[in-house]
């Protein structure tokens, strides 16, 4: 078979995969379908991010995203319900204003899209790239990179301390 | 062929949906899954023209620092969802309301 | 080690004199029982004023990038410094003087003030966008957990969950017009783009995906500082959070906002370098009408909802707004002289708004009341703090030769100078409607009677407090050349 047709292929369905769980995550009125939904959503980013050739960033969105972040949903939905609700239904509010303006940003953002030309400096050729990104955060980037570790540690004391338990 | 613009939909796709999810959903979660979702798009796009426009790694290195902030966000809004919910027992936005003057 | 790096950390003092106090106050809280609430809090105080005595040398460096054109050390970034820092450290000295806060540790307080100051000191100074955007949440998040500091009380807890719940959203539209301007110019870096857009990649269809990119990067923008429309979050969350959050959150990240605001749209829009008086910036629409919109909408606004608050806080929330929306007057003519008046407000506001605030937090202390129907008769029972905000509100209302007034000429004459003079008019306009909230407060106090209560015992601490912003306020009037010499100096912006 073409490579390039098998390529187009899978792109399109992780591609759709992707669209396919955001809208669960959007439309769905449980709560724990939208959580895992959410989760299928991640994984058809991280397969978007291979196929970009992005394989450092592909296994850090595995790894925090559904490792870390949707875990931490999944307790925000689980504790803060009572136990015995089963159902965990969520309503929606402005359901038909709502809908309006996500046409009229997708529409304007498609139109966008569709007649920019983007700058074009090329391609970038697809190699590993976990060698260079850390080289890049020990040099051009090192001041974020110092900067989000302080900013973890205070976004770290701060959450620590709304969620701590009163002092009996 | 795949190209630019392919991401470009996907990533469009996904804002959208992130911003209705935001504006309709009334479960503090679902907001935050919209919110995720419209940094999630952001990521995609910046990947993108990272291989196709721009070829060079600056636009991975910056979704890592998205990744970086968003995990630190979502930390934040769930420990004052359940601080939230601690008081009130709920968390539906239409609950919040007694700061209204 | 790169050598370049180890030069510019010497430009970077005051940031690490930042982060190193908050790593003290970290190890303070959780090892010294007993003492930690003063130590902490002398940490905070110390840190803070080191890293201002740091910032001072700064101002003479010159123009330059620094780590590898991430942030900028310029006149401007030092002005914005030094403002912060100093609405920080007044901010620490009213904290523990407040009832709200003082039944609760405020260890993991000083360590928020502190690690919120070295966000905003990143972010007046960034020209790189992922350095903006790292600098802008961590400043917002550090915002939405000192609004719901008071965990145990419901309105603090509401009011942080709308902001973060609303912030999020803002900052991460932000990033997706970011990611649009990537896109178009190929880099993060402003001096890179605005390269990239005056040699014509706005042009044909591109125009729509910059307007796009930087409508959505004003989104973030707006939120920051409470523009219209981004500012539904202001007044439930400037009164659900405790006052001294309240008092921090209408000077300093605002003033944060506007800094990064005028830099963006100078060194990353605009296409003159030369030290012009006017620059333009490209775009398919022009900016300055809509940045004129925004203003007047928000003034207006900020001063309609107002008239009908009787919560003192939700009140200052909207006349917050409000003055955004003045502020903005100057931001909007886009030329060095409206920088400059920017500058100039925001020195005046800095001492009238948190003047006003600590006098909200006093009266709290003593009546445990918003209202301003509690506010009746306060001249009898306490005419210090009656008398000191009067003084306030008529700065607030522009009324010379209080300080609010130096603030609205300097906004309203750029407007004039640039042949915007029906703009300047609508401001003046906003400053009358304005006058009758801030009027409504005054009568309160002094003309109307109120019930008899005690007299207020005010703590020395508070007092003096209370003494540091009149000063400014009611002396501007005979110094105010300096500070307008002195803004005149800080527009020196880094081009590269």
Redesign the interface.
């Known amino acids: 078979m073409d490579p390039t047709a098998v390529a187009q292929v899978i792109f399109y369905f992780f591609a759709v995969l992707t669209v396919a769980s955001a809208a669960i995550v959007v439309f769905s009125s449980s709560l724990i379908y939208s959580a895992f939904a959410l989760l299928f959503t991640f994984f058809g980013v991280a397969a978007l991010y291979v196929f970009l050739g992005a394989d450092f960033l592909a296994a850090t969105q595995l790894v925090i995203y559904v490792g870390g972040i949707l875990i931490l949903l999944l307790f925000g939905v689980m504790l803060t319900h009572k136990l015995y609700d089963l159902d965990l239904k969520t309503e929606t509010f402005q359901f038909f204003p709502g809908f309006l303006v996500m046409a009229a940003v997708l529409l304007t953002l498609t139109g966008v899209i569709s007649k920019t030309q983007w700058v074009s400096r090329g391609e970038r050729p697809l190699n590993p790239t976990t060698i260079a990104i850390g080289l890049l955060f020990m040099r051009e980037y090192i001041l974020p990179f110092e900067v989000a570790s302080v900013f973890l540690l205070v976004a770290l004391i701060g959450a620590a301390m709304i969620v701590r338990r009163r002092r009996s | 062929m795949i190209g630019l613009n392919h991401y470009l939909f996907v990533s469009a796709a996904l804002f959208s949906l992130g911003v209705m999810g935001v504006l309709t959903r009334k479960n503090a979660v679902n907001v935050l899954m919209g919110i995720e979702l419209i940094l999630n798009s952001a990521n995609i796009n910046l990947v993108a023209f990272s291989r196709y426009s721009v070829a060079s790694l600056d636009g991975q290195i910056f979704a890592v620092f998205v990744i970086i902030i968003a995990a630190a966000e979502a930390a934040v809004a769930l420990a004052i969802v359940l601080s939230m919910y601690r008081i009130v027992k709920s968390v539906n936005l239409d609950q919040a309301d007694t700061l209204k003057g | 080690m790169?050598p370049e790096?180890l030069q510019d950390l010497e430009s970077f003092v005051p940031e690490i004199v930042l982060?190193v106090a908050?790593l003290l106050v970290?190890l303070a809280d959780i090892s010294l029982p007993k003492l930690r609430t003063r130590v902490t809090f002398l940490v905070t105080a110390v840190g803070l004023l080191a890293a201002l005595c740091f910032t001072v040398p700064l101002f003479g460096a010159g123009e330059k990038a620094?780590?590898?054109n991430?942030?900028a050390l310029d006149r401007m970034a030092v002005f914005f410094k030094g403002f912060l820092i100093l609405a920080s450290f007044l901010v620490l000295l009213a904290a523990p003087g407040s009832k709200e806060l003082s039944s609760t540790h405020l260890g993991?307080f000083y360590?928020?003030l502190l690690?919120v100051t070295?966000?905003m000191l990143?972010l007046a100074s960034s020209v790189d966008m992922?350095?903006l955007?790292?600098?802008l949440?961590?400043v917002s998040?550090?915002s939405?957990?000192m609004v719901?500091y008071l965990?145990?009380d419901?309105?603090s807890?509401?009011?942080?969950?709308?902001y973060?719940?609303f912030g999020?959203?803002s900052t991460?539209?932000m990033?997706?017009g970011?990611?649009?301007l990537?896109?178009?110019?190929?880099?993060?870096k402003m001096p890179a783009i605005r390269e990239?857009l005056a040699s014509g990649?706005a042009s044909?269809?591109?125009g729509?995906?910059l307007l796009?990119a930087t409508a959505l990067i004003l989104a973030g923008f707006g939120f920051k500082t409470a523009a219209v429309p981004f500012h539904f979050w202001c007044?439930?969350v400037y009164?659900?959070a405790p006052t001294p959050v309240t008092a921090f959150l209408s000077v300093a990240p605002k003033a944060a906002g506007f800094a990064t605001l005028i830099r963006f749209f100078f060194s990353g829009m605009s296409d003159t370098t030369t030290s012009a008086s006017q620059w333009s910036a490209f775009s398919a629409m022009n900016w300055t009408s809509l940045l004129i919109l925004i203003s007047i909408i928000t003034m207006t606004l900020g001063n309609i909802a107002a008239l009908r608050?009787?919560?003192l806080k939700?009140l200052l929330a909207y006349s917050s707004i409000a003055h955004a929306g003045y502020m903005m007057m100057g931001a909007a003519v886009l030329s060095y002289e409206g920088v400059q008046a920017v500058l100039i407000y925001l020195i005046t506001y800095l001492f009238m708004n948190l003047g006003a605030f600590l006098v909200v937090i006093e009266i709290f202390n003593q009546t445990n009341s918003f209202n301003v129907n509690d506010y009746r008769g306060l001249y009898r029972r306490s005419p210090f703090l009656a008398i000191s905000m009067t003084i306030f509100l008529l700065s607030l209302m522009g009324i010379p030769p209080f300080a609010g007034f130096f603030g609205k000429l300097f906004v309203f004459a750029a407007a004039v100078n640039h042949n915007l003079a029906w703009f300047a008019v609508i401001g003046a306009l906003n400053s009358v409607v304005a006058v009758y909230y801030y009027a409504r407060v005054i009568k309160a106090m002094i003309i109307e009677g109120g019930d008899e209560g005690a007299g207020f015992k005010l703590a020395g601490t508070s007092r003096a407090l209370v003494w540091i912003m009149l000063l400014p306020t009611v002396g501007m009037v005979l110094f105010w050349d300096r500070i307008q010499a002195l803004t005149g100096r800080s527009w020196k912006f880094f081009i590269g």
């Not at chain 3, 807890?157 to 709308?162: C, G, V």
């Not at chain 3, 990537?182 to 993060?188: A, I, N, Y």
């Open positions: 790169n790096i982060t908050l970290v620094l780590f590898y991430m942030v993991e360590a928020l690690g070295l966000g990143l992922l350095m955007y790292l600098s949440e961590m998040l550090t939405y957990i719901g965990r145990h419901r309105q807890n509401e009011a942080s969950l709308k973060i719940l999020a959203v991460g539209s990033l997706y970011i990611t649009l990537f896109g178009l110019t190929g880099s993060t990239a990649g044909g269809g591109n729509m995906a796009v007044p439930d009164t659900g608050q009787d919560n939700r």
